[in-house]
T-cell receptor, first 113, second 112 residues
Framework: EADIYQTPRYLVIGTGKKITLECSQTMGHDKMYWYQQDPGMELHLIHYSYGVNSTEKGDLSSESTVSRIRTEHFPLTLESARPSHTSQYLC????????????FGDGTRLSIL | QKEVEQDPGPLSVPEGAIVSLNCTYSNSAFQYFMWYRQYSRKGPELLMYTYSSGNKEDGRFTAQVDKSSKYISLFIRDSQPSDSATYLCAAGSGGSNYKLTFGKGTLLTVNP
């Protein structure tokens, strides 16, 4: 059973606000990921990390930023939210070996008014 | 051409039916393949994981990979209303490559 937690589950907020989406995992996984998921579309990787102090941008350009100060914690921040940021954000983690499957949290559904 | 193609459906079947879900891929470097199940308002849950070609069975679920035709399948036997969900296929090349490439997902409804 994967133990990866995302908060908040739902967030409705006005334009221009600073937002931080939290993601924590208790499995000790080195790799963590953030995906964006829109209805009827593929998951798009926006950020990933190989471990503490490692962060990289994914395939889909995003105005968000991430940090990895602790192994278990991988927060995503939007400095100034816009309606175009409305989406579902999914966090995942995996063992360091590239062949290991990724385990997902239940996501944060973000709506920017 | 997308690296992983999946028919989004929707697919509606009666309870007890055998369900076949399929994806095709174009990247010959893909070595491992996954099926995820995603219920409404939840995150994807790993259902099946297969490395290279062949079959893998787990209860009512069977995953098949045919690397020669770049075709991956998930079969669900004796489908149940609780199987109603979106099913996502994913593929990766492993090693130092972290990436998974996902299909769009197929929405399945099993009617009682």
């Amino acid at each position: 059973e994967a133990d990866i937690y995302q908060t908040p589950r739902y967030l409705v907020i006005g334009t221009g606000k600073k937002i931080t989406l939290e993601c924590s995992q208790t499995m000790g996984h080195d790799k963590m990921y953030w995906y964006q998921q829109d209805p009827g579309m593929e998951l798009h990787l926006i950020h990933y990390s190989y471990g503490v102090n490692s962060t990289e941008k994914g395939d889909l350009s995003s105005e968000s930023t991430v940090s990895r100060i602790r192994t278990e914690h991988f927060p995503l921040t939007l400095e100034s939210a816009r309606p175009s940021h409305t989406s579902q954000y999914l966090c995942a983690s995996s063992e360091l070996d590239g062949a290991e499957p990724q385990h997902f949290g239940d996501g944060t559904r973000l709506s920017i008014l | 051409q997308k690296e992983v193609e999946q028919d989004p459906g929707p697919l509606s079947v009666p309870e007890g039916a055998i369900v076949s879900l399929n994806c095709t891929y174009s990247n010959s470097a893909f070595q491992y393949f996954m099926w995820y199940r995603q219920y409404s308002r939840k995150g994807p849950e790993l259902l099946m994981y297969t490395y290279s070609s062949g079959n893998k069975e787990d209860g009512r679920f069977t995953a098949q990979v045919d690397k020669s035709s770049k075709y991956i399948s998930l079969f669900i036997r004796d489908s149940q209303p609780s199987d109603s969900a979106t099913y996502l296929c994913a593929a990766g090349s492993g090693g130092s490559n972290y990436k998974l490439t996902f299909g769009k997902g197929t929405l399945l409804t099993v009617n009682p």
